[in-house]
């Protein structure tokens, strides 16, 4: 079970702890039941000895329960802020476009299937109790009658057998719910963030919950149903296989005469004690079955390692000279596939060349490929061919982390984080007044202990303070993608004749995706693409 060597790598001696504790609680749990079983045989009933070993055990039991308990805690809290911090780090150092490819699938995996790896974790100290309970009491019950113990263990193994068998089913429908569980959080997705375009259009509203979530929903139940059916059938036929098993010893007893119905009906005693941990045990077998499909789905993510988060080779170049490109594009080619459209989309080859300082406009229509080209630019696709050069440096996996760290884009999608604690707080207090201010915002935000004072904006507004943040960034090379699409004629004023001037004059190199024809004339370069190939120089 590869939920054990999770547990064991994160921290061993609290897992010998847990799994100690809650072993020695199952064999208290066995003494005090022995305890109980023998004053109720016992022709003299000695209190004094009967209270002093009960209270012993049952004290022993609250104290080793809890115990167990506090430690699995201790233990899932561990594990659970790990997978969480070690899946954020593998996202975070993937490669872009395998997280862009898979994004729907990962924000399910960072809730639904770290609660569920959670949840099993927390019912361990029950099942180890509960084992410890069984073995404990099955070595009582041999002792006690060996012959009746043997048709004991006879009918447990035809239950784990059972058991074990409906196992793969339980993993059959415990996967397909999950795949389908995906499917339905891209549609809540939607649900969420398209509420604007869904509430302005009845027919849509009803179509997106009849036509899309309803159907999934549905699929999602079923396997989920057909998931917990298996459970449940499952546990009611173990219990069924014990009820047929006692009823045929009963039958074979009074045929054979072995032992008396009397002491049988002693003996049945134990045997229901062993009940409900058992029960408890075959239940957990279930639960690992979901926690394999969560971790498998966690290792399927279809995220890739970026190697370039590895390399520290830095990409500065002290022979490069002012008079030389800054950026240069040399055959690039890259082929975008988007997954949603089932087709691709090729861009290249491409010969480019950007200088230090220069204000270039990408420009183009839409679906003529900017946005992808601007991605190569910024390092966040690598080039399917051709190569990328920084002053004369070839980028490459070795250094594609530092090329990638000269720029700062703001994207038409771009998040905006309230917190702001990767800049440095002199850049923070020395311009971000002025930035708020310039960009009219000063009655709406601030920025106070690293952070914005709030993010209730409207979306122009966002955008706002999208551009405040990778300006305070204080990078070399600037990449804006639309940011004037949905601004009004104002705030675009501001952005051309204001803003692009203010980063130009400190020498920054400036790349500005746009439609605005009326402010060409400011730009040092235009850089047209028509179905992803540059048409102009």
Not at 284 to 309: P, T, W
Not at 355 to 367: Q, T
């Amino acid at each position: 079970m590869r939920i054990i060597g999770i547990l064991i790598r994160s921290s061993l001696p609290l897992f010998l702890i847990a799994s100690f504790a809650s072993v020695l609680t199952g064999l208290s749990s066995t003494m005090v039941i022995k305890t109980i079983h023998q004053a109720v045989q016992s022709n003299e009933f000695d209190q004094q000895s009967f209270i002093l070993r009960f209270v012993s055990f049952w004290i022993s039991y609250g104290a080793l329960s809890f115990l167990a308990s506090y430690t699995v805690a201790l233990l899932s809290k561990q594990v659970i802020h790990k997978l969480r911090v070690d899946l954020s780090a593998k996202i975070l150092n993937s490669t872009f476009d395998s997280i862009e490819f898979n994004q729907s699938k990962l924000l399910p995996i960072l809730t639904e299937d770290i609660k569920t790896i959670a949840y099993s974790i927390d019912r361990l100290p029950s099942v180890t109790t509960g084992l410890a309970t069984v073995i404990g009491i099955l070595a009582y019950m041999v002792w006690y009658s060996p012959i009746l113990s043997v048709s004991t263990v006879i009918l447990f193994m035809l239950v784990f057998l059972f058991t074990k068998v409906s196992l793969p089913y339980v993993r059959k429908y415990a996967y397909q719910s999950r795949d389908y569980l995906n499917i339905l959080f891209e549609k809540f997705e939607g649900l969420i963030y398209g509420i604007k375009e869904l509430s302005l259009n009845k027919e849509f509203k009803q179509s997106y919950l009849n036509d899309q979530i309803v159907p999934v929903s549905k699929m999602q139940n079923k396997y989920y149903l057909k998931e917990n059916i298996v459970t449940s059938i499952t546990n009611r036929s173990t219990d069924m296989i014990l009820l047929l098993g006692m009823g045929i010893l009963i039958l074979l007893i009074n045929h054979f005469g072995f032992v008396t119905l009397t002491f049988f009906g002693e003996y049945l005693t134990l045997v229901l004690f062993t009940l409900a941990p058992l029960a408890t045990a075959a239940g957990f077998l279930s639960s690992i079955k979901r926690i394999d499909a969560s971790l498998a789905h966690i290792d399927k993510a279809g995220i890739e390692m970026d190697l370039s988060q590895s390399g520290e080779e830095d990409i500065e170049n002290q022979n490069w000279s002012s008079s030389d490109s800054l950026i240069k594009l040399e055959k690039v080619k890259h082929v975008y596939y988007h997954s949603e459209e089932d087709q691709s989309f090729e861009i290249g080859p491409v010969n480019l060349n950007i200088n230090k300082g220069e204000m270039v406009f990408l420009v183009g229509g839409n679906g003529s490929g900017k946005t992808t080209l601007a991605k190569i630019i910024l390092g966040l696709y690598p080039p399917g061919d051709g190569e990328i050069c920084y002053r004369n440096k070839l980028v490459n996996e070795r250094n594609r982390a530092f090329y990638r760290s000269r720029f700062s884009a703001v994207f038409t999608d771009s998040f905006v984080f309230e917190e702001l604690l990767h800049i440095d707080e002199k850049q923070i207090e020395e311009r971000s007044e002025f930035l708020i201010e310039l960009l009219e915002l000063s009655k709406k935000v601030q920025i106070v202990d690293g952070k914005f004072t709030t993010k209730r904006l409207s979306d122009g507004q966002k955008k706002r303070l999208s551009l405040i943040v990778s300006i305070l960034e204080d990078k070399e090379v600037y990449l804006f993608d639309e940011w004037a699409a949905n601004q009004d004629p104002h705030f675009k004023d501001i952005f051309y004749n204001k803003v692009l001037a203010y980063l130009k004059k400190q020498g920054k190199t400036l790349i500005v995706i746009t439609h605005d024809d009326r402010y060409f004339s400011l730009a040092d370069k235009i850089i047209k693409l028509q179905d992803g190939q540059v048409k102009e120089n």
